[in-house]
RNA sequence: GCCCCUGUAGCUCAAGUGGAUAGAGCGCCGUGCCUUCUAAGCCGGGGGUUGCUGGUUCGAGUCCAGCCGGGGGCACCA
């Protein structure tokens, strides 16, 4: 008998070639597509899916992260076409963005040549991989042909008012120099991308109307399949709070201020009033009072600050008094006004109602300035009936919890506070002073950057005629060629002035382009429709094309995109659905997070020395080892370490099989066609059948529930018992488990498990369906009853699948162990669970 | 401070709605087999008070409460 060897490289590169060769994985569009009159006959039985990982950043090479992302969304996508349905499962780039234009500044690379370098060197690698990628379908999102639509979808939001320009204080990265969504500043008030401490400047800039939306972001999330962290973020970023507006007007300026409260059962207890230092109103009502100087001077103290410093909340309340008032709308109080820098302009009103007794925040303030703390609401009662407890003493102070209104009015003291809540501000909305109001903590999405290598804005400005969108016959406005990629604090674009200086669409007369590109995450807002009809030069997409695949069916990518580029998506997708451009609401309807891969247990960096190539992996063990351990290595949704030593472990594993199913092959006189199953009463044939179909069941349950891990560990344990009946079990058997496991591992390991497959049954597994678990084969005609006394293992005895419980109970009683645990007690008890145990509880 | 996840063998992970003697892989051990030797390969073996304390139950890794440890999200958001 031959030597069989496992040889990675030969068996990957013979497969790739296969499947390179006859375009294996390449979908048409049934809508539009000729071979259509070919493909009905299946169609009905066949389901399409979509099936997505997150498109790469093409950035040097591809880094270990991605080889998880793929192998989990490939493994998904075979298991979807071994179910019969029709995969998409495309590819393409996201290469925009910064990392390659600062490659740009440093060597003086143009940003195209540098991502066209980078984008082959990740085609190479998916490919020596075994992904099974359309790829004709591929594209870039700084390719014309795709960026114009970006374009388009721009303008058509603007025609909308859904992008609009305006100046506000917006986040600015002075080492990138540009501004930044919020989204993209992280909790320090550091850059997500650089790191360094973002500032604050007063620009005018394009904006995004996502905060239009907040509401539908918010409630569809319940109709789709994500894990509930993901929900959770986005439901914390959005941030809704309900509560009430309430007008407080100041009679010497005879302005009203609204403020917008959460707790307006506390209104009776405000005493004094705060604006933000950025409030327009700020200086103009200190102006002409003996606070003007002081006011001004704090004002521009606090506009220095960083968000850092600022967003501290544990450092002392500072402020100073505007010299003004307002009036209380519930009691008429005068309350005086101040300035203080914890209250945030960007946040409701940019003006509240200090309540020192039921705020932390407002009684830290009082205290440090000495301001009235009146406290509106007592500690419940502590049983019913009993009346309120005193008010708490004013140590205690102040109290946030919720309780029955005191010290307020005679309609609402003694009143539960939820509901007093409620009374109250039906009472302001009729007297015209309030009314009930929902608040979100999302801003509208900052869209514009100073920038060179992103899509172009394509507006233009005219003197005469102002802001004017580019006609969309004048679509892609192309990004030119520049000498210098420097950023100057204005985008660079600015410099190439035959750019720049055009003709006003309207008018003809002189104007200038926008020279602002933006933000990379718009380009990725929408490429998972674009994939759907890639060529199409007429329009973004075919609806038809949309409806064929739409929405994606599995979405794959890290966690880290929760926020950013999932709500971004999502907004996105409702804005276009409200233009009619889109017949569904949500982009993805399940999604799925992996976890990082790490090394030593903290995240791979060059600065640590400690990055593990996926290309040295393959190259050394070959991808189907690379990707069955990535999988195999705990939970993919959760981190996992990176052990060489594990590596080793799977790669054996595959060698095992593969010699095994090579020699097995060999020793029935080479391929036969296709795999039948053997039919066995008894013995080891029985016993690895069973195991076989054990593992089928266990593999497809895991697949449904991302359980990679445990399924791989399925396949080990049936080619182990496999491995031990080799001897003892016939041909066909050890064909039909080996040929199996092959199939089972397909979507983890292609390339071994096609070559071992073809071996034993000159077939392709790709081609042959999904096995299914036979329920005979899972149970047995006869199990081992476990007989318990008291919950403790007294004996086992053989027990028929069918027997009654009564038959049980006798068959209990009857065992030898359990009579000498049971005789001269008495029996309170029997439990019995069919097909497991019998429990006799005794005294 | 608030919310979420998590703790099982030396390591990484399993144990569908509570049910048996808690299982895999790696590592470890073997004066076990095969090799001239080493490696590879094969075979065998040890290893667990399931973070701790209580509770519910005939029965708890699984459910409940409280502590302890690890990770993540949000946070001057009115």
């Given at each position: 008998m031959a030597e069989h060897r496992y040889e990675p490289r030969e068996i990957e590169q013979r497969w790739q070639n296969v499947w390179a060769q006859e375009h294996t994985w390449e979908v048409a569009n049934e809508g539009t597509d000729q071979d259509r009159a070919e493909l009905t006959g299946h169609a009905a039985l066949e389901q399409n899916s979509y099936v997505l990982e997150m498109l790469p950043y093409p950035s040097g090479e591809p880094h270990i992260g991605h080889l998880k992302t793929y192998s989990v969304g490939d493994a998904i996508a075979h298991f979807h076409r071994r179910l019969g349905r029709r995969v998409l499962h495309p590819m393409g780039y996201d290469s925009f963005g910064l990392p390659a234009e600062n490659h740009a500044i440093k060597t003086g690379v143009h940003p195209r040549v540098s991502i066209a370098e980078s984008i082959d060197s990740f085609r190479r690698q998916f490919h020596s991989w075994g992904i099974s990628i359309d790829w004709s379908r591929e594209f870039a999102t700084s390719e014309p042909s795709y960026y114009r639509w970006t374009q388009w979808i721009f303008l058509e939001l603007f025609r909308a008012g859904l992008a609009y320009r305006k100046e506000a204080a917006v986040k600015w990265c002075p080492n990138d120099q540009t501004v930044l969504a919020n989204e993209q500043v992280d909790a320090e008030g550091r850059c997500e991308r650089c790191g360094c401490l973002v500032e604050v400047r007063q620009l005018e800039q394009w904006f995004l109307r996502i905060t239009d939306y907040a509401e539908r972001l918010l409630n569809d999330l319940d109709g789709i399949d994500w894990p509930q962290h993901v929900k959770t973020m986005q439901r914390n970023w959005i941030g809704r709070s309900e509560g009430a507006e309430v007008i407080f007007r100041s009679e010497e300026v005879g302005i009203d201020y609204p403020v917008f409260t959460t707790?307006?059962?506390?209104?009776?207890?405000?005493?004094f009033f705060v604006m933000a230092p950025e409030h327009p109103d700020v200086l103009r009502l200190a102006r002409g009072t003996p606070q003007e100087q002081a006011v001004h001077d704090y004002v521009n103290h606090a506009l220095t600050e960083t968000n850092e410093e600022r967003g501290n909340a544990e450092r002392p309340k500072t402020g100073v008094p505007l010299g003004r008032t307002v009036v209380n709308p519930v009691n008429g109080e005068q309350l005086p006004m101040f300035v203080a820098d914890y209250v945030l302009m960007e946040y409701g009103t940019g003006a509240i109602m200090a309540v020192p007794a039921h705020d932390e925040r407002d009684h830290a303030f009082a205290k440090a300035y000495g301001l009235p703390i009146r406290q509106v609401i007592a500690p419940r009662p502590a049983t019913d009936g009993e009346p309120a407890q005193l008010p708490a003493d004013a140590e205690e102070l102040p109290y946030t919890g919720d309780g029955v209104i005191v010290n307020s009015h005679p309609d609402f003291d003694g009143m539960d506070n939820r509901r007093a809540l409620g009374e109250i501000v039906a009472w302001l909305d009729r007297e015209g002073k309030g009314h009930a109001s929902v608040n979100y903590r999302l801003r509208d999405w900052l869209?514009?950057?100073?920038?060179?290598w992103g899509c172009p804005i394509p507006i233009v400005y005219c003197e005469r005629c102002g802001v004017a969108p580019v006609p969309e016959?004048?679509?892609?406005v192309r990004l030119p060629d520049i000498e210098d990629y420097t950023p100057k604090g204005r985008s660079p674009l600015a410099a190439a002035e035959e750019w720049v200086n055009t003709t006003c669409p309207t008018c003809g007369g002189p104007a200038r382009r926008e020279t602002d590109t933006m933000d990379t995450f718009v380009d990725s807002s929408w490429y998972f429709l674009r994939?759907?009809?890639?060529?199409d030069e007429q329009a973004a997409w075919d609806p038809a094309a949309l409806r064929e695949w739409m929405p994606v069916d599995q979405y794959i990518g890290g966690v880290e995109h929760a926020i950013l580029h999932l709500m971004y998506a999502r907004f996105f997708t409702k804005a276009l659905a409200d233009l009619g451009h889109l017949d569904f609401q949500e982009p993805f309807q399940a999604l799925f997070t992996q976890g990082m891969v790490t090394k030593d247990g903290s995240k791979m960096s060059k600065s640590k020395g400690n990055v593990v190539s996926p290309a040295a992996i393959v190259e050394r063990v070959g991808a189907d080892t690379a990707r069955c351990y990535i999988l195999f290595v705990g939970p993919p949704d959760q981190d996992a370490d990176w052990s060489d030593e594990g590596v080793e472990g799977v790669h054996r594993f595959l060698g095992r099989l593969w010699r095994l199913a090579a020699e097995t092959a060999d020793r029935a006189g080479g391929p036969a066609a296709g795999l039948t199953q053997p039919t066995a009463s008894d013995g080891a044939d029985l016993a690895l059948l069973r195991k076989t179909h054990w593992a089928i069941d266990k593999v497809s349950g895991d697949l449904r529930r991302f359980a990679f891990n445990t399924a791989i560990a399925a396949v080990m344990e049936l080619l182990n018992e496999a491995s031990r009946l080799r001897d003892s079990a016939s041909l066909q058997a050890m064909r039909f488990a080996l040929g199996t496991a092959a199939s089972l591992l397909f979507p983890f390991a292609p390339h071994v498990s096609a070559d071992a497959y073809d071996r034993l049954t000159g077939e392709r597994v790709w081609e042959q369906p999904w096995p299914e678990a036979e329920e005979a084969l899972l149970e047995r005609d006869v199990y081992e009853l476990v007989c318990q006394v008291n919950g403790k293992v007294r004996d086992r005895v053989q027990a028929s699948v069918d027997a009654s419980p009564e038959a049980l109970k006798e068959l209990c009683r009857a065992a030898p162990n359990v009579r000498a645990h049971v005789d001269g007690r008495e029996l309170v008890k029997e439990v019995v669970v069919p097909g497991k145990l019998v429990n006799l509880v005794v005294r």
């Open positions: 707790r307006p059962d506390t209104l009776f207890g405000a005493t869209v514009s950057r100073q920038r060179y016959e004048e679509l892609p994939y759907c009809d890639p060529h």
